[in-house]
């Protein structure tokens, strides 16, 4: 998964719950993944600066055989392994999270059209912030588990008591220059994406979380 993200709901849902999914929970796990996947693909079309982690993965892409997507995937491996020590359970949607997002990357990205012009390629990319906000809103309502991203942050916060937000910006910031050095592209798109996805995301969370029944709603996400 690939994103400047506010800490999810799901982290809040009891363990064993997390691995429990009604169809409607599933589906709409499925759907926001996949809306988040097709987000970043619209975002590395617009081609004026992708996400912190989506930089990353195309930085490694480049210098690689594997599709932007694969490499998605390969990240998240990596990060996932990280909550070994940090003794952080995931859930049905953080394996998932790790799986569909670069699959439909991989997928979204050859049938998206080759935006001509400034115009074109800004709304692809006001269009990709849209999908991912709306994506996490289905993702993070599912409560079946953080991302890989997420639960690594709130396993540092609880493990060394760093606040969220400074253990996120350090993260962003790292997994960036990292990308950056490698070639992914950064420019108004990644600025752009880090002040507009928040927002995106807490409208969505706010709008889809009404249309959860109260058993599967997970708590407050907090920033």
């Known amino acids: 998964m690939s994103t400047v ?7 809040l849902a009891p363990a064993a719950s997390r691995w429990k999914a009604s169809p409607a929970r599933l589906g709409r796990l499925l759907v926001g993944l996949w809306l988040f996947g097709t987000g970043d693909a619209l975002l590395l ?23 932007v997507g694969t490499a998605t995937q390969l990240i998240g491996l ?3 392994a990280g909550w070994l020590p940090l003794r952080e359970r995931p859930g049905l949607g953080t394996v998932l999270n790790v799986i569909v997002i ?25 269009t990709g912030v849209a999908m991912v906000g709306i994506g996490s809103g ?14 690594w942050m709130t396993g540092l916060h609880r493990r060394f008591g760093w606040p969220l937000s400074r253990v996120r910006l350090a993260m962003e910031l790292a997994v960036l220059g990292a990308g950056a050095a490698l ?17 995106a995301v807490a409208i969505a969370v706010r709008l889809l979380g009404t249309a ?10 907090r920033a």
């Open 138 to 151: 289905f993702y993070l309502t599912a409560g079946l588990g953080p991302g890989p991203r997420d639960g």
């Open 183 to 199: 070639g992914g592209t950064v420019g108004l798109g990644t600025v752009t994406y880090a002040l507009l996805v928040g927002p």
């Open 45 to 67: 079309d617009a081609a004026l600066g992708n996400a912190p982690w989506t930089v990353l993965a195309q930085g490694l892409s480049l210098h690689t055989p594997l599709m």
């Open 78 to 80: 990596v990060v996932l």
């Open 5 to 11: 993200m506010p800490a999810p709901a799901s982290p």
């Open 102 to 126: 670069g699959i439909a990357i991989d997928v979204m990205l050859p049938l998206l059209p080759d935006p001509a012009g400034l115009l074109p390629r800004a709304g692809g990319l006001l």
């Open 212 to 221: 959860v029944p109260r058993s599967a709603t997970p708590g407050r996400p």
